[in-house]
């Protein structure tokens, strides 16, 4: 008889347990009932970058010294630079530069270890195309300056909404 009244007091407790845990649930279902939805209805608005937003790559053709730095530091071995060492002044001259965004894993480091600064991260992050081969970019189309997300009057930028903060 011990050991059947026992039994039935353990499985009180857990059933008063259970309980509890679906009370919590329920609780936590109910505090983001309240919330505001914090949706973005993306072609006409569009959330502003961070700082330190790594997008598309921004190249400066007359800063580059052709040293390949970029593509040892790449894992990939992404970009590509073709350039001819001119004997008489002893220095390369580049002739292309192109990347491929199809390929890239936008990691920084080709950003991060170019000696003279000709690469640069911008916030431009809207690159798809129908045809791969469109992901392609060289060096004219690397040194297209991106457009800002804040500068476009056509679009309804947000930017650390206060719904958002809440969170």
């Known amino acids: 008889m011990l050991p059947m009244i026992t039994e039935f007091m353990n499985y009180g407790q857990q059933t008063i347990r ?9 609780t936590i279902t109910l505090s983001h009932a309240n919330r505001l939805p914090i949706t973005v209805q993306y072609p006409y608005e569009k959330l502003i970058a961070s700082e330190r937003f790594r997008g598309r ?12 730095v970029c593509v040892r530091v790449c894992p990939i071995d ?8 001119e004997s008489h002044i002893r220095k390369k001259r580049l002739f292309n ?9 936008f990691c920084g480091n080709c950003v991060e270890y170019c000696p003279t600064n000709c690469l640069s991260m ?11 081969h469109e992901l392609n ?9 991106p457009t800002s997300v804040v500068d476009d009057y056509t679009i309804r930028t947000i930017s650390n909404s206060p719904q958002i903060k809440n969170r």
């Open 57 to 68: 790559i921004h190249f400066e053709f007359d800063k580059c010294i052709a040293c390949e």
């Open 122 to 132: 911008t916030e431009e992050y809207e690159l798809s195309c129908y045809d791969r």
């Open 137 to 145: 970019y060289n060096q004219i189309a690397l040194g297209r300056l």
């Open 18 to 26: 259970a309980a509890r845990y679906i009370g919590q649930g329920f």
């Open 97 to 105: 530069y192109s990347i491929d965004f199809g390929i890239c894993i």
């Open 78 to 85: 992404l970009p590509v630079v073709d350039w001819k060492l």
